[in-house]
């Protein structure tokens, strides 16, 4: 079982840069993928960026590619999203989430463990 809380979103400007942060409690955490997601008012949610297990592979949206990073620290139980060069367009509730697949997923159908949330809000 794992259990997963963000934190470090707020409001930003336009080009903003934001890191946001989810830590992962339970025993399993170093041997699940974790992924990205956000969901924009009146919008779907939607994937953002994955890493695997090891942090050896990640994916990212062709939306925030070049501009967010993902990062995890198995020791600490935490993986990390970095956001540089904000947008309007950026501006959504984003999700923390685990799947215990080996390979990165895009799919939000995949993942079975979700955090609460935190708001991000780019200001044009």
């Known amino acids: 079982q794992v259990q997963l809380v963000e934190s470090g979103g707020g409001l930003v400007q336009t080009g903003g840069s934001l890191r946001l942060s989810c830590a992962a409690s339970?025993?399993?955490?170093?041997?699940?993928?974790m992924g990205w997601f956000r969901q924009a008012p009146g919008k779907e949610r939607e994937f953002v960026a994955a890493i695997n297990w090891s942090g050896l592979r990640t994916y990212s949206s062709d939306s925030v590619k070049g501009r967010f990073t993902i990062s995890r620290d198995n020791a600490k139980n935490t993986v990390d999203l970095q956001m540089n060069s904000l947008k309007p367009e950026d501006t959504a509730i984003y999700y923390c989430?685990?799947?215990?697949?080996?390979?990165?997923?895009?799919?939000?159908?995949?993942?079975?463990?979700w955090g609460q949330g935190t708001q991000v809000t780019v200001s044009s």
């Open positions: 339970g025993r399993t955490f170093s041997t699940v993928t």
């Open positions: 989430a685990a799947t215990p697949r080996t390979t990165g997923s895009t799919s939000l159908y995949d993942y079975s463990h």
